[in-house]
């Protein structure tokens, strides 16, 4: 059984940055791919970024290219989201995710993963 731990998140101002961490206690080698999730109170989650485990491509959210960066270390079996210029639009429950099944489809489609953690709160303040 996958287990993912996030840490990482807290409360901060506006404008500044926070680095996210998804512990896996398998090996991520063994996923096609990782994600990061977000879920605003009354809100759908959605797709916030992507990485190809063998190619480390990556893809993000329109609403946070340019300001977040996903990378995966796979020597520590673990994902990250470094998050800069944070908004308070970013106020939300981050999940990562992990595809170990290969299924194939959209990044930003939830059912695409079968492995998820619990999640980390991120809160912003304008």
């Known amino acids: 059984q996958v287990q993912l731990v996030e840490s990482g998140g807290g409360s901060v101002q506006a404008g500044e940055s926070l680095t996210l961490s998804c512990a896996s206690t398998?090996?991520?080698?063994?996923?096609?791919?990782m994600a990061w999730f977000r879920q605003a109170p009354g809100k759908e989650r959605e797709g916030v970024a992507h990485?190809?485990?063998?190619?480390?491509?990556?893809d993000y959210a329109d609403s946070v290219k340019g300001r977040f960066t996903i990378s995966l270390d796979n020597a520590k079996n673990t994902l990250y989201l470094q998050m800069n210029s944070l908004k308070f639009e970013d106020t939300a429950m981050y999940y990562c995710?992990?595809?170990?099944?290969?299924?194939?489809?959209?990044?930003?489609?939830?059912?695409?993963?079968?492995?998820w953690g619990q999640g980390t709160q991120v809160t912003v303040s304008s």
């Open positions: 995710a992990a595809d170990f099944a290969g299924r194939g489809g959209p990044w930003s489609e939830r059912w695409l993963y079968n492995s």
């Open positions: 990485i190809l485990t063998d190619a480390g491509t990556t």
């Open positions: 398998t090996s991520t080698s063994r996923s096609y791919s």
